[in-house]
């Protein structure tokens, strides 16, 4: 079931995501080195959390929660450009030790419901392309995202340069 964010979901919700952005941060680890890691999240254990956090707090309308057997399992956040008619996928998960399918497609199909019901034209969700995300952008395919394009983000310690 997905239903709107109760305050009484927060500290869960954050649990779940601090926890489920744990491989990802453990694969960032490797692709940075320590040096760089830690200083581009130096605080990988929260951070996580602490957006949900703030987005909770500050846009509870925006966030959607996933409910199974009266467990929470899942959420999704989410914003909405109105001059632009788009819908945007923000951060979403579900419990990694929850064990049970098709979660994320039911939390797509329910704010892809709401995009739509909202008059929007568009829906966009980013991610990674690195491993650690493989299994988002399955996701994502999996509920009918087909238009994408690719980036990637450099980096370069400054004091390996001469001059």
């Known amino acids: 079931m997905i239903r709107a964010l109760e305050t009484k979901d927060i500290p869960l919700l954050i649990d779940i995501g601090n926890r489920a952005w744990k491989p990802i941060y453990d694969k960032y680890r490797k692709i940075y ?3 760089l890691f830690l200083f581009l999240n130096p605080n990988f254990k929260t951070s996580k959390g602490d957006e949900i ?3 909770c707090e500050n846009e509870p309308e925006e966030v959607l929660v996933c409910e199974e057997e009266n467990r929470i399992v899942g959420f999704i956040t989410f914003g909405v ?3 632009r008619q ?3 996928i923000n951060n979403n ?3 990694p030790e929850c064990g049970l399918k098709g979660l994320g497609q039911q939390m797509y199909k329910a704010i892809l419901s709401l995009f739509r019901k909202k008059g929007l034209k568009y ?3 980013s991610t990674g392309l690195d491993e650690a995300h ?3 952008r399955r996701a994502y395919e999996r ?3 087909n238009i994408s394009r690719s980036e990637i983000t450099y980096y370069m310690k400054l004091s390996q340069i001469a001059g």
């Open 86 to 88: 788009i819908g945007i």
């Open 93 to 95: 998960a579900v419990d």
């Open 33 to 35: 080195g320590e040096e």
């Open 81 to 83: 450009d109105k001059a």
């Open 134 to 136: 493989t299994p988002a």
């Open 53 to 55: 956090y703030h987005k």
């Open 143 to 145: 509920a009918g995202f």
């Open 123 to 125: 829906v966009k969700v």
